[in-house]
């Protein structure tokens, strides 16, 4: 079935660092691709996403870029921030049955020190 | 306009019994959406309620399920608990079933079995 792989965390960084969390997916046909972040305490909030490939997302200052022949959808921020430690997740939709429910991948904590 | 609510935030209960989790969606959206959080399994789909109808089904036990009411409320039962459900439950709603609908996630319910 589809699935999502993400790097093995944590992720530690001192503040105005450059990020790359890396996200690879296996998919039958042509899924659409989301980052989200779940600040501690608090529910998943939509990052970003990209529904076709080639297709850039950005937000808050984070892309990623939808890569069919690399089967991969890595999110970068060129410096990160303290506000910015949180728990990434790496999501692709699943076509079923008329329905589309979400897969995501395990979860990259990431630490921002100042 | 309030977010989604989930009650209630945290939860203990004891192997064999049995819980209601309740998930309050956004106004104006129809579709409810659980998922379960796990260090382990990480974040996986439950089940997908749109106008009281079941949409989606995860790969869960007949223990787990779910209902939808007519205001687009939406309740989750776990009957005979297992300590293996010790979660956090995550319910999100949108105004429509596909992915190009945001989805919009409440805090979650902690669920701890004993």
């Known amino acids: 079935g589809n699935s999502v792989t993400q790097m093995e965390g944590p992720v530690t960084l001192s503040e105005e660092a450059f990020l790359t969390i890396n996200c690879t997916y296996t998919a039958t046909g042509y899924p659409s691709l989301f980052w989200y972040v779940q600040y501690p305490g608090e529910g998943l909030q939509l990052l970003l996403k990209a529904t076709k490939a080639d297709d850039k997302g950005s937000n808050k200052g984070f892309e990623a870029t939808y890569r069919k022949e690399t089967t991969s959808f890595h999110l970068e921020k060129g410096s990160v921030q303290v506000s910015d430690s949180a728990v990434y997740f790496c999501a692709l939709s699943d076509p079923q049955g008329g329905s589309e429910k979400l897969v995501f991948g395990k979860g990259t904590k990431l630490t921002v020190n100042p | 306009k309030a977010g989604v609510t989930q009650t209630p935030r945290y939860l203990i209960k004891t192997r064999g019994q049995q819980v209601t989790l309740s998930c309050s969606p956004i106004s104006g959206h129809r579709s409810v959406s659980w998922y379960q959080q796990t260090p382990g399994q990480g974040l996986q789909f439950l089940f997908e309620?749109?106008?009281?109808?079941?949409?989606n089904k995860g790969n869960f036990p007949g223990r787990f399920s779910g209902r939808q009411f007519s205001n687009s409320r939406s309740e989750m039962n776990v009957s005979t608990l297992e300590l293996g459900d010790s979660a956090l439950y995550l319910c999100a709603s949108s105004s429509g079933l596909s992915p190009s609908y945001e989805q919009y996630f409440g805090p979650g319910t902690r669920l701890t079995v004993t």
């Open positions: 309620y749109f106008s009281e109808t079941q949409r």
